[in-house]
């Protein structure tokens, strides 16, 4: 028996982002569900259960960060949002309110797709996670405490090590710089966003090949990308 399409809710006001998102989504194996408005949205959400959620923050019947407050109120659903607003601070208000990323119009339908299909794959994994989080040629067995690119293990340094490994728990999504101070450093080095740009400098440097899966997010934190090896 095939498997049912994982169901996608777009709640988004622009008709053209749905003339656009619809057929793409089924083109890669989606179900959309449409919504215009956030209350529709939220109806849909409780009463469809969506496997992830496009979120726009301009939407006309309520400011998208109110939606996604109300959303997280009632779902762990995994929450993309799609949005014209590229400044920093909204970003992590955003992130901070519950979402799981970020992606900002215009966005590039691979890179939304790519995003999408981390975000149900964690989501259908969180579950069971397992100790060992593999992406491209990079291994992290965080029960053993070893990371080893192509094969090759990595001589890390104790705070490397709590670095990536922060990094490897949430894999595909964008990490705060705040968070990663606190697990890392302790709630008093909170605001010593130097210490984090010197070490992940580090961290990039010993990653080698693997270096492009370290992704900067400008102004909010860092992202570990998930790859098919």
């Known amino acids: 028996m095939t498997a049912a399409p994982l169901s996608i809710l777009v709640i988004d006001d622009e008709p053209q982002i749905h003339r656009f998102l619809g ?8 179900a959309p569900l449409r919504a215009e408005t956030a209350r529709e949205g939220l109806r849909l959400a409780a009463a469809r259960g969506p496997a992830c959620v496009l979120l726009d923050l301009g939407l006309p019947d309520m400011d998208g960060k109110e939606a996604l407050a109300r959303l997280r109120a009632f779902s762990a659903v995994p929450i993309i949002i799609i949005s014209a607003r590229d400044r920093e601070a909204e970003k992590v208000a955003a992130l901070d309110a519950g979402a799981d990323d970020y992606v900002e119009k215009p966005f590039g339908l691979a890179e939304l797709l790519a995003r999408l299909r981390a975000q149900t794959r964690r989501a259908l994994l969180s579950e069971v996670p397992s100790p060992i989080v593999t992406t491209g040629p990079l291994q992290v067995d965080l029960e053993r405490r070893v990371a080893r690119v192509a ?6 340094t104790p705070r490397e090590w709590d670095l990536l490994a922060a ?19 302790g709630p008093a080095h909170v605001e ?17 090949e693997a270096a492009r899966l370290l992704r900067t997010e400008p102004g909010v934190g860092y992202r570990l990308l998930e790859e098919v090896a």
């Open 167 to 185: 990094l490897a728990r949430d894999l595909g999504r964008v990490v705060m710089q705040r968070r990663l101070l606190t697990e890392v450093w």
């Open 151 to 156: 094969g090759v293990e990595l001589s890390l």
């Open 192 to 208: 010593d966003n130097q210490y984090l740009r010197v070490y992940v400098g580090q961290l990039r440097a010993k990653l080698g």
């Open 23 to 30: 057929p793409a989504l089924e083109a890669a194996g989606y």
